[in-house]
């Protein structure tokens, strides 16, 4: 079976019909560039930037630790794109300089881009870090978090002031580097109009979607077997984000652990998606439902999952999704 699925790996990735599907590796550490190369991706579709303070005593490392850590990545890739995600810190990845813990609702809390825009000098040097690494391939800029406009605008503003910055120490970024946003709370999904006009893409990130959505604790145990990404809600959220972006001609992938899943890849493609980033050791079993698939059949199927309420009903239509 695994050497089935090795012959998999240099094939181009499309369904049946024809539709092209982009296949991305989420990556945690620089290191991890070469593996995702190796797996045969088309570009890294999510580096978690967290690994700067994690395996640095929590303490972010300044510009030039960063940009080298940006840069290696970059050209592990060849020329690939690189989405580079700001850091995200706080709930259950805290620095020290913060009490995260004395926080109630750690996760509601200071955190990822809420966090970077209340440390707007931190921010900063790791936006001239992504920025003076984009000189070195193609980077696509990506924001955890967001859910306000106002909280668009001040990461809008901070991204010309690091430009700004660069242009006066004459550092040279690349003028194609792309702006995205995760959509990860479901105020900014039902508000996806809200970012449509501001940013070149978004990243679905359903491990936070569904959390927040069910309001389930995604690292609580005690409720875990209520963590459902097949929530009727949580489907809604996900198939109304890709409409509306697919309507506006912006770009859209899923990069949290159901794009990673299987189980889930025909279910995905049948809503629209046409990009899906994760962890390399998922790329091939993703694949090959990727090969097998039938986009017009697949989008009848998911009408009816999307129709379905009642667990029964939502069951039946699942079923008839696996075997169309
Ligand atoms: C997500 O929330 O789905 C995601 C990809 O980000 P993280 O798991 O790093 O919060
Ligand atoms: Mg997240």
């Not at 690189?82 to 995260?100: C, P, Q, Y």
């Not at 696509?140 to 967001?146: G, H, N, V």
């Not at 609580?220 to 996900?238: E, F, G, Q, W």
């Amino acid at each position: 079976e695994q050497r089935k699925l090795q012959r998999l790996k240099f094939s181009p990735t499309q369904t049946l019909d024809g539709t092209p599907i982009g296949l991305y590796a989420n990556i945690e550490l620089p290191e991890d560039a070469g593996a995702a190369l190796a797996a045969g991706v088309v570009g890294i579709g999510l580096f978690r930037t967290e690994f700067l303070y994690m395996h640095n005593q929590h303490v972010l490392p300044d510009e030039e630790e960063q940009f080298d850590a940006y840069r290696r990545v970059i050209e592990a890739m060849k020329g690939l794109p690189v989405t580079i995600r700001t850091i995200d810190v706080g709930a259950d990845k805290s620095l020290d300089m913060r009490e995260v813990e004395d926080t109630v609702n750690p996760a509601l809390g200071l955190r990822a881009i809420r966090w970077s825009l209340s440390e707007p000098q931190m921010f900063l040097t790791q936006l001239r870090a992504i920025l003076r690494a984009s000189a070195f391939g193609p980077v696509k800029l990506l924001i955890p978090m967001l859910a306000h406009a106002q909280e668009i605008a001040q990461t809008l503003d901070l991204l010309e002031k690091a430009k700004g910055q660069c242009d006066e120490a004459g550092l040279v970024y690349s003028s194609e580097l792309k702006l995205g946003a995760m959509i990860e709370i479901p105020a900014a999904a039902l508000a996806v109009q809200l970012f449509l006009k501001h940013f070149d893409f978004l990243s679905i990130g359903t491990n936070d979607l569904i959390q927040y959505t069910l309001a389930i604790d995604r690292s609580d145990s005690t409720v875990a077997h209520l963590y459902d990404p097949l929530h009727p809600a949580v489907l809604h959220l996900i198939a109304h984000t890709l409409r509306q972006a697919k309507q506006a001609g912006v770009s859209v992938s899923v990069c949290g652990e159901m794009a990673g899943d299987p189980a889930f890849t025909r279910l995905l493609l049948g809503m629209g998606l046409t990009e899906f980033s994760t962890h390399p050791s998922q790329l091939l079993v993703v694949k090959q439902e990727i090969l097998r698939a039938h986009l017009p059949t697949l989008e009848i199927a998911v009408k009816e999952v999307l129709a379905a309420y009642a667990p029964t009903e939502l069951q039946a239509a699942l079923r008839r999704l696996a075997q169309v």
